[in-house]
């Protein structure tokens, strides 16, 4: 899709922060080439502290290599449970116990949003861009979901090599995107906490 015809596609910005959902359920459909470079387009679009733009991405679709990752991850968020609190530890095991379960929710395209190490604010820079990427996936009818899980597995050495990553890059939003298969209702969020007004 090009930014022509995605401008086509455009929804006003306040109903794309209301609409975007998580989504954790996929049809079978591929994202092009020209779909992703557009949401990239739009993630680079995101205000960044002194201008540095510390961002960079790596575009995952290869199903063999999710299904690498997804395995990956488990094993490192795994290792992790064990420094977490009983209830928390119960709750992650529980989670990625099933050895179906894919963190991925079987999407069929990651973009992991990386961190160069620039200064203090890289990593508020690239959670700016995620949710620019994210808003204009739910502007053209994508889904999105940000897999922390994947997190630990993508600041290996192993994954850093094997993704052409430098080492010294830091993962910060590894999203899921693809067309939802049914998009999960809205869930309340509760009013903002305004400590004060003066």
């Not at 995605?6 to 080439?33: G, M, N, Q």
Request: charge should be neutral; aromatic fraction near 6%; glycine fraction near 6%.
């Amino acid at each position: 899709m090009t930014l022509a015809k995605a401008k086509t596609a455009e929804i006003p910005v306040l109903d794309a922060i209301y609409r975007r959902r998580t989504v954790r359920s996929y049809k079978d459909a591929a994202l092009d080439k020209e779909m992703i470079r557009t949401l990239l387009a739009a993630a680079v679009q995101a205000p960044t502290a002194m201008h540095e733009e510390p961002w960079a991405f790596t575009v995952i679709q290869d199903p063999e290599l999710l299904r690498q990752l997804s395995e990956g991850a488990k094993k490192a968020a795994l290792k992790e449970a064990e420094s977490m609190s009983p209830a928390r530890a119960v709750q992650t095991r529980a989670h990625l116990a099933d050895p179906d379960f894919n963190v991925f929710y079987n999407a069929g395209t990651l973009v992991v949003i990386w961190a160069k190490p620039l200064g203090s604010f890289v990593a508020a820079d690239c959670w700016l861009a995620a949710e620019n990427l994210m808003l204009a996936a739910c502007g053209l009818g994508l889904g999105s979901c940000v897999i922390g899980f994947s997190l630990a597995a993508l600041n290996t050495p192993e994954w850093k090599e094997r993704l052409g990553v430098d080492e010294k890059m830091i993962p910060v939003a590894p999203i899921i995107l693809g067309v939802p298969d049914g998009l999960p209702p809205p869930r309340p969020r509760k009013e903002p906490e305004i400590l004060s007004w003066l």
